[in-house]
C-alpha cells in the first residue's frame, strides 16, 4: 500500500527566506508524486509534479522538488518565500493505475514579515 | 474552459437528514474521484467514477454513503442519516483519463458539510 508521510506538521519561516517541505513517500513502484497548495477555504492547486525523467522538478509560483529514490522522498523547495505563500502544502502519491492519490497530512507554513 | 464545478460551497443539516453533494467535471473529462478532508487533516481517498461506472470505491465507508457519476449531469455523493462525524469538506477532482499513470487530477473548490 502506498503512504505518504509530511512529517513537519506547522513550518514558520520569515519573508524572504528560502523554504524547504519535507515528504516521504512508500510506494511499491516508481511513484507519481505530486505537491499541492491550499489557501484557507479552498480548493487544492497543483504546484508540480515528478513522472520520470529529471529528478529536480521545476513547477508554479518559484517552487521546485528534487526526487529522489534512495531516500524515498520528494522535497519541495523555495529560494525565497513571499507572505502571499502561507498557505498549507500536501504532497501525494499516485498509484500506477491513475486512479487514486494518497495525500500526506499537510505542512502549514507561516510566513513572518 | 471553466474548472471542477461544486456545489453547494457550504451546507448545514442536522442529524439524521440526507446531504448531496454534486461535482461537475472540467470539459472534456471523464473521470471523477471524490475525497474528503477532516479537520486539521488531509485528503483521504473516497471514491473513483467514470461515466455510469464505480471504478473504486475502496475509501467509501460502507454505510449511508454512495456515489453516482451519470450519463447526463453531474457526479453525485450522497449521504444519508448524516452524523456529526460526517462534518468535513468533501473535494472533487477530475481528470482526462485515469488510466494513463500519473494523469493530474484538477480539484474542485469543495463543498464544507457540517452537521448540527
Known amino acids: 500500500a502506498q503512504s505518504v508521510t509530511q512529517p513537519d506538521i506547522h513550518i514558520t519561516v520569515s519573508e524572504g527566506a528560502s523554504l524547504e517541505l519535507r515528504c516521504n513517500y512508500s510506494?511499491?513502484?516508481?511513484?507519481?508524486l505530486f505537491w499541492y497548495v491550499q489557501s484557507p477555504g479552498q480548493g487544492l492547486q497543483l504546484l508540480l509534479k515528478y513522472f520520470s525523467g529529471d529528478t529536480l522538478v521545476q513547477g508554479i509560483k518559484g517552487f521546485e522538488a528534487e526526487f529522489k529514490r534512495s531516500q524515498s522522498s520528494f522535497n519541495l523547495r523555495k529560494p525565497s518565500v513571499h507572505w502571499s505563500d502561507a498557505a498549507e502544502y500536501f504532497c501525494?502519491?499516485?498509484?500506477?493505475?491513475?486512479?487514486?492519490?494518497?495525500f500526506g497530512g499537510g505542512t502549514r507554513l507561516m510566513v513572518k514579515p | 474552459n471553466a474548472g471542477v464545478m461544486q456545489n453547494p460551497r457550504h451546507l448545514v443539516r442536522r442529524r439524521g437528514q440526507e446531504a448531496r453533494l454534486r461535482c461537475s467535471p472540467m470539459k472534456g473529462h471523464s473521470h471523477v474521484y471524490w475525497y474528503r478532508q477532516l479537520p486539521e487533516e488531509g485528503l483521504k481517498f473516497m471514491v473513483y467514477?467514470?461515466?455510469?461506472?464505480?471504478?473504486?470505491e475502496s475509501g467509501m465507508p460502507k454505510e449511508r454513503f454512495s456515489a453516482e457519476f451519470p450519463k447526463e449531469g453531474p457526479s453525485i455523493l450522497r449521504i444519508q442519516q448524516v452524523v456529526r462525524g460526517d462534518s468535513a469538506a468533501y473535494f472533487c477532482?477530475?481528470?482526462?483519463?485515469?488510466?494513463?499513470?500519473?494523469?493530474?487530477?484538477?480539484f474542485g473548490p469543495g463543498t464544507r458539510l457540517t452537521v448540527l
Open positions: 467514477l467514470q461515466k455510469e461506472n464505480i471504478i473504486d
Open positions: 477532482a477530475s481528470s482526462p483519463s485515469g488510466h494513463s499513470a500519473g494523469n493530474e487530477q484538477f
Open positions: 501525494a502519491v499516485g498509484n500506477n493505475a491513475g486512479n487514486m492519490l494518497t
Open positions: 510506494y511499491g513502484a516508481t511513484p507519481y
